[in-house]
């Protein structure tokens, strides 16, 4: 992505000028990079200049791992062009490109990882939020085929298949379950989970974590963290698959024993139960076509989402801070971007706050939208804290006589 922002001159800002803001790196560290346009660009060396900043600009942000860049460019006046007027564009514009390349690791690095994974036998895989990848997930089904490894996927990892565990939310948590299904080694890839009776569970164990990250730069999100991988997932899994004994099987079945379970009793649970978010959701799930995008928002849309189990479509949510603002105008985005049918699902709460992204006059006929009217943030009625404060009923408009159902 690349925010590009108009301003005012150099010479102006500061001066008690109309429409005049420090927004030279405005975005501070929210950007991988911010670049200032020169004043004018009415020299040869102003258009290098200008041509340049923009290509830095534009492969920085398509540089591992994605991410937005800004571009701020100062504006003199007059700002409206006369009649007559027109902007002459180069016919051959300065173009360099960055050429990408996969980081390997060396033998040596190899050598010690095979020499670490003798001692262990029971392997966790985390799949965390990313794009699918079927070459990534087909290594994965080999693993679990053969009992070397249990991977996990919530739903925003978008490698669920009827060899991963899905329906952990669950179980996890419970102390009584949990005495076959620690690891001794954690694999991660990608970026957060969902799941915070997994996060809990993992930072629980004595296992040892490593992350793969191509940048080398990894996150310690479950306080366990010892090794850090900068390579690709696809050439982690692919060696692992070649070099990896046969593990505990104990382990293995432990964890898919209890999805088996939930797999077989949660459909028959939905059809019992009342209307409600959860069996609403349940149900429309089934009407969408499996070659489709679903953009959740966050709280619990995503959390139902999760819950349900193993999607085929590939599922969006806007995960960084998990805030309810944004996941909308996320997904009228993506309509623009793809010819695929998208479902947003959305509580009313968040379909209102961002009520905006739909005040344009672009067609969508692609997008489709699923809202869960639990009149007001539901979730706050469930977590322990908010839901214990008097000051819930005024500010998100509950009927104290109104019953969740989930």
């Known amino acids: 992505m690349l925010v590009i922002t108009a301003d005012r001159p150099n010479e102006w800002i500061d001066q008690y000028d109309g429409q005049t803001i420090f927004q030279e790196g405005v975005y501070g560290n929210h950007v991988k990079g911010s670049f200032q346009f020169p004043n004018s660009i009415g020299t040869e060396d102003d258009s290098w200049l200008a041509a340049r900043l923009s290509n830095e600009a534009i492969n920085l942000s398509k540089k591992f791992p994605c991410g937005p860049v800004h571009l701020n460019i100062p504006l003199k006046e007059p700002f409206y062009p006369t009649d007559g007027e027109s902007i002459q564009f180069p016919e051959k514009p300065c173009i360099f490109n960055q050429h990408s390349s996969n980081v390997q690791l060396s033998d040596e690095s190899f050598a010690k990882l095979k020499n670490r994974l003798d001692g262990v036998h029971r392997i966790l895989v ?52 949990s005495s076959n299904l620690e690891p001794d080694l954690i694999i991660s890839f ?6 915070k009776a997994l996060k809990l569970f993992l930072r629980s164990t004595k296992a040892s974590h490593w992350h793969i990250q191509e940048d080398g730069n990894a996150k310690d999100t479950f306080q366990r963290l010892t090794r850090i991988l900068p390579t690709h997932p696809k050439a982690f899994f692919k060696w692992l ?16 024993s209890f999805e088996l379970k939930v797999k077989n009793e949660l459909p028959k649970v939905l059809n019992r139960v009342g209307f409600g978010e959860y069996s609403a959701l349940h149900a429309a799930l089934q009407a969408i076509p499996k070659l489709s995008k679903i ?106 006589n109104y019953p969740l159902n989930i």
């Open 126 to 177: 985390i799949v965390g939020q990313q794009r699918p990848n079927l070459e990534i997930l087909t290594l994965l089904n080999s693993l679990s085929d053969r009992h070397q490894v249990v991977f996990i996927s919530d739903c925003i990892g978008n490698m669920q298949s009827d060899k991963s565990i899905t329906f952990h939310d669950h179980w996890l948590g419970i102390p009584q379950l």
């Open 295 to 400: 953009h959740a928002a966050n709280s619990m849309s995503v959390r139902y989402l999760n819950f349900l189990g193993a999607r085929e479509q590939e599922v969006c949510c806007n995960r960084g801070t998990s805030g309810i603002d944004g996941s909308s105008s996320t997904a009228v985005g993506c309509t623009f971007t793809t010819k695929e049918l998208v479902t947003l699902v959305t509580g009313d709460l968040a379909f209102f706050y961002d009520r905006n992204a739909f005040w344009h006059n672009y067609a969508m006929p692609n997008l489709r939208i699923i809202l869960l009217n639990n009149h007001g943030g539901g979730i706050f009625r469930i977590i322990k804290g908010p839901n214990e404060q008097p000051e819930l009923e005024e500010f998100l408009k509950l009927n104290k």
């Open 241 to 256: 698959t070649e070099n990896l004994q046969p593990q505990n099987l104990e382990f293995y079945q432990a964890w898919h």
């Open 190 to 195: 990608g970026k957060s989970i969902i799941s």
